[in-house]
């Protein structure tokens, strides 16, 4: 029985010692490659900036809630995209002292990888795993105060699906909510290519950016950009066959799907444009209740009435949160909700 309530007080001990955490994430990079086994290999690049004890970070091997069924053919939201697993995962995590950063070259700086924890032995520069259905989290270990590097490595299995026309990546980076200054992304594929079949679309924060890499008008991958990512950046890719060589773990259908993709995501992108059209028009809406608003203050000043105080009160709630529903990122409206509580203080001085 001893033993027993020793070995479980050994595995709780990470977290009661590692309990202070005081960092901000200044930047991520996340530089990826479908190999041509149709696995997508992984190379995580994580500065953080204030006091550490242990960074978490989960990777999910799944887009999409549930198992393929084997049947259902359709190309969106479909367990047939997701991964078999995350494997070969490889951490380190050391000081960072201004050395240039090359996306080509992430890793090279680590001269030695972390180990996992040995509930027998705590240490530091160890990490703990823990696997749901669908992700696995990741507890690393280590002290550091300024700046630091956390550097992943891992691979997330059979994440390409094979159609009858195009090989087909459709996957999610999820768990971003580190609220990072920038969050750089490179998908490079196994060979370049200007075949008409490799086409590539992003989804992320509307105010990502995004580019094809290419070389001699051959294309081979894209990068993108994310200022404050926020939880997940999903990329769909579609690659002509003959890019992945090996495919026995993948899915397959047998549909030709290029031209429905294509379709999903034009449809997605006219959406994103209504969306960004009617978020600019709310925006401005907002400028103008706001102006009337703090003008309405005045009357409501002179009137002196505890019913229009109220009623002015309601407003300002109002468009504070139809500002908030639109989320149009114009932060001081928000003060707004000073006027009211000004007109009762002048109010109240003059009786």
Same mark, same amino acid.
Request: net charge negative; hydrophobic share 40%.
């Given at each position: 029985m001893k033993k027993i309530i020793f070995i479980l007080v050994l595995l709780v001990a990470p977290l009661v010692v590692h309990a202070e955490n005081d960092y901000k994430v200044l930047t991520h990079y996340i530089d990826s490659e479908i190999?041509?086994?149709?696995?997508?290999?992984?190379?995580?690049?994580?500065?953080?900036?204030?006091?550490?004890?242990?960074?978490?970070r989960t990777l999910n091997y799944k887009t999409f809630d549930g198992v393929w069924d084997k049947k259902d053919t359709s190309l969106e939201d479909n367990p047939l995209y997701n991964g078999s697993g995350i494997y070969n995962f490889t951490v380190s995590a050391y000081k960072y002292n201004g050395e240039e950063i090359d996306l080509n070259n992430l890793g090279g700086n680590v001269k030695e990888y972390f180990k996992e924890l040995n509930p027998?032995?705590?240490? %530091?520069? =160890? $990490?703990r795993v823990s696997k749901k259905d669908g992700e696995n989290s990741y507890n690393i270990y280590f002290k550091n105060s300024g700046k630091t590097v956390i550097y992943l490595e891992y691979l997330i299995g059979d994440v390409v699906v094979t159609h009858k026309d195009v090989r087909e990546l459709n996957y999610t980076f999820k768990n971003l909510?580190?609220?990072? %200054?920038? =969050? $750089?992304?490179?998908?490079?594929?196994?060979y370049q290519t200007s075949d008409e079949k490799y086409h590539v679309y992003l989804h992320g924060n509307s105010s990502g950016e995004?580019?094809?890499?290419?070389?001699d008008g051959l294309k081979y991958g894209v990068f993108a950009h994310y200022p404050n990512a926020k939880k997940e950046i999903n990329v769909r890719l579609t690659l002509p066959l003959e890019q992945i060589a090996i495919d026995q773990g993948s899915n397959h259908t047998d549909i030709e799907a290029l031209d429905e993709i294509i379709s999903i995501e034009n449809k997605k992108l006219d959406s994103s444009k209504k969306g960004a059209s009617i978020n600019n028009y709310a925006k401005y809406v907002i400028y103008g209740l706001a102006g009337i608003f703090v003008l309405i203050g005045y009357v409501i000043y002179k009137e002196k009435s505890k019913a229009l105080n109220i009623m002015y009160f309601v407003?300002?709630?109002l468009i504070s949160l139809f500002n908030y529903l639109f989320k149009t990122g114009v932060w001081y409206i928000y003060l707004i909700?000073?006027?009211?509580?000004?007109?009762?203080?002048?109010?109240?001085?003059?009786?």
């Open positions: 190999e041509i086994s149709g696995n997508l290999r992984v190379k995580e690049f994580i500065l953080i900036d204030g006091d550490v004890d242990y960074f978490t027998k032995k705590v240490s %530091d520069n =160890t $990490y909510e580190y609220n990072a %200054d920038d =969050t $750089y992304l490179r998908v490079l594929i196994p995004y580019e094809d890499i290419e070389k407003l300002g709630t909700m000073i006027m009211p509580v000004v007109v009762i203080i002048l109010s109240k001085r003059e009786k």
